[in-house]
T-cell receptor, first 114, second 114 residues
Framework: GENVEQHPSTLSVQEGDSAVIKCTYSDSASNYFPWYKQELGKGPQLIIDIRSNVGEKKDQRIAVTLNKTAKHFSLHITETQPEDSAVYFCAASPYGGSQGNLIFGKGTKLSVKP | EPEVTQTPSHQVTQMGQEVILRCVPISNHLYFYWYRQILGQKVEFLVSFYNNEISEKSEIFDDQFSVERPDGSNFTLKIRSTKLEDSAMYFC????????????FGPGTRLLVL
């Protein structure tokens, strides 16, 4: 089945710097890749997603890139702020989207230091 | 903004007891999911539900688990005979459609089995 690997597991940056989190997936049929932000004690909140017919998507300070050939996708956060501190999860939807379940990476704990 | 709600927020139970976790998905959504997250680990898919039946389930979702949509608004996860290893955060999610569709997560129920 699908397997999603996520790196790094922890990331510490200074406020204003950029942060990059990378994920790889194993099932070439996967075609939907969301990113979730989880704050302490809360459920995952979708921050951005990308579908396999698109190579890049941007929403203000957040961008996601997808390389289908290499089977990896990345989250880029620019001009980081302390409130960006959270755990970020990437996910992939296997079986080419014929099933709805998401396979998650292990998460990246991002700390933004003021 | 519509959101997924879950009750209770915390549940403590004795090993072998039955628990029912409740969720109210977003009202116009048709697909419902349960995920779990053992402390410090990744979010894992349990089951998806559509049109009053299970669409897909993972290896974790064995015979001790069941799901139900008892009325037009609630979606429940029952664990018949809890085990210590069932201790985790359980998240409900819903989506309007299945294919490549955003899943919105609830805040979770933290289950502790003693």
């Amino acid at each position: 089945g699908e397997n999603v690997e996520q790196h790094p597991s922890t990331l510490s940056v200074q406020e204003g710097d950029s942060a990059v989190i990378k994920c790889t997936y194993s099932d070439s049929a996967s075609n939907y890749f969301p990113w979730y932000k989880q704050e302490l004690g809360k459920g995952p909140q979708l921050i951005i997603d990308i579908r396999s017919n698109v190579g890049e998507k941007k929403d203000q300070r957040i961008a996601v890139t997808l390389n289908k050939t290499a089977k990896h996708f990345s989250l880029h956060i620019t001009e980081t702020q302390p409130e960006d501190s959270a755990v970020y999860f990437c996910a992939a939807s296997p079986y080419g989207g014929s099933q709805g379940n998401l396979i998650f990476g292990k998460g990246t704990k991002l700390s933004v230091k003021p | 903004e519509p959101e997924v709600t879950q009750t209770p927020s915390h549940q403590v139970t004795q090993m072998g007891q039955e628990v029912i976790l409740r969720c109210v998905p977003i009202s116009n959504h048709l697909y419902f999911y349960w995920y779990r997250q053992i402390l410090g680990q990744k979010v894992e898919f349990l089951v998806s539900f559509y049109n009053n039946e299970i669409s897909e389930k993972s290896e974790i979702f064995d015979d001790q688990f069941s799901v139900e949509r008892p009325d037009g608004s609630n979606f429940t996860l029952k664990i018949r005979s809890t085990k210590l290893e069932d201790s985790a955060m359980y998240f409900c999610a819903s989506s309007e459609r299945r294919l490549q569709e955003t899943q919105y997560f609830g805040p979770g129920t933290r289950l502790l089995v003693l």
